[in-house]
């Protein structure tokens, strides 16, 4: 993962993922890499929770013994233990979480009109009502017709009132 992670830094990237799954002791490597990669310029490694296509029934087998809330709290705290301080998790999890010097990056985030693939979704305003920092909203704009009139319709949706 280090290598892959400087790969991309050098490529110019700012934000790279991994999984939580990956352990503590890996991500303690990952967050001392990150502090010597900010060095040189901004750069932030986020530890990505439990996948938004995912509900509590069609998790792995061997990830349904427990919630998702527990899951991604247990997540997010390893990660914090580690030196990590970026997530990627659902805005659906949010509340349960302590959000203060976390960066969270919401994926899911889904209109009405996009393709229902993902299971726990939110609109991007729902998202950041609820402490997301970063959203990710890929395919609502790469699969809408007009792709400069959805970018456009997000970023409205996004105005403060």
């Known amino acids: 993962m280090e290598a892959s992670i400087k790969a ?10 991994i999984h939580g799954l990956s352990g503590v002791e890996a991500m303690q490597k990952l967050a001392r890499l990150e502090k010597e990669l900010n060095k040189e310029r901004p750069f932030k490694i986020l530890v990505v929770t439990i996948l938004t296509s995912w509900d ?4 792995p087998p061997n990830l349904q013994n427990w919630e998702i809330k527990k899951h991604v709290q247990s997540l997010v705290k390893s990660a914090q233990e580690a030196g990590l301080t970026g997530i990627v998790c659902s805005a659906h999890e949010l509340e349960y ?3 203060s010097n ?6 899911g985030l ?3 009109t996009d393709n229902e693939d993902q299971k726990r979704t939110m609109t991007p305003r729902e998202a950041l ?11 609502s ?5 007009d792709i400069r009139v959805r970018a456009q319709e997000i970023l409205s949706s996004l105005e403060l009132n």
Do not use: C, E
Not at 102 to 107: A, D, G, I, N, R
């Open 102 to 107: 976390l960066f969270v990056v919401t994926p």
């Open 141 to 145: 704009i790469l699969q809408a017709k």
């Open 97 to 99: 979480l302590n959000l």
């Open 110 to 112: 889904q209109f009405q």
């Open 8 to 17: 991309s830094f050098d490529s110019g990237a700012s934000l790279v993922t």
């Open 56 to 59: 509590q029934q069609s998790l």
């Open 129 to 139: 009502n609820k402490g997301a920092r970063g959203l990710v909203v890929g395919r």
